[in-house]
């Protein structure tokens, strides 16, 4: 078994999934075997009432016609730090991190999150996937690693601890996070 991480983009002007976020769960159908299960990640922003990864996870039920209990919908995380931290903290506390981890994103934002992964995921083989989207800034891309490798600088990222202290007392969109 393998579990598969789809990480969302944005809502589109209707409170849908964009498009980058489509494709990118389109491109299970080329890698979802009957027994893996996905992990879909993203709040809601305050913008809907329903969070993008619940959306993201009706999309694969209804247009790849994957069973809802092989997916788990997690509505935590903010952006991809958080979707490293939430993914990391649902597999340990489930036992499936010792599995066949593959990362789906799209082709601009593949650098940044094969960074932050492999640096949230120490010693953990990750296979990435990069899917053609249209959206993306590269530039921002880099500023938004810059800001990571500085919040983050020092971190013991093996400590889920260390790492959760630091998400939630240095990194600006979880500083008034509730754990639940």
Not at 134 to 149: I, T, V, Y
Not at 153 to 167: A, I, P, T, W, Y
């Amino acid at each position: 078994m393998k579990v598969i991480i789809v990480l969302s983009n944005e809502f589109d002007d209707s409170f849908e999934i964009n498009l980058d976020t489509k494709l990118r769960a389109n491109y299970i159908s080329s890698i979802f075997k009957k027994d893996d299960r996905i992990i879909t990640l993203g709040w809601n922003g305050g913008l809907n009432t329903q969070s993008i990864s619940h959306k993201v996870k009706d999309y694969i039920i209804n247009h790849l016609g994957v069973s809802n209990d092989l997916i788990i919908s997690i509505p935590h995380s903010r952006d991809t730090v958080g979707d490293s931290f939430f993914s990391r903290n649902y597999l340990e506390n489930n036992r499936l991190e010792k599995n066949d981890i593959h990362v789906i994103t799209s082709n601009w934002h593949l650098r940044r999150v094969k960074f932050i992964f492999q640096t949230c995921f120490p010693n953990k083989k990750i296979t990435f996937h990069g899917v053609e989207t249209p959206n993306g800034n590269l530039q921002k891309e880099e500023e938004s690693l810059d800001k990571f490798k500085k919040t983050f600088e020092g971190v013991d990222f093996s400590n889920m601890d260390s790492f959760r202290k630091r998400l939630l007392n240095k990194h600006p969109m979880y500083k008034n996070y509730v754990e639940n």
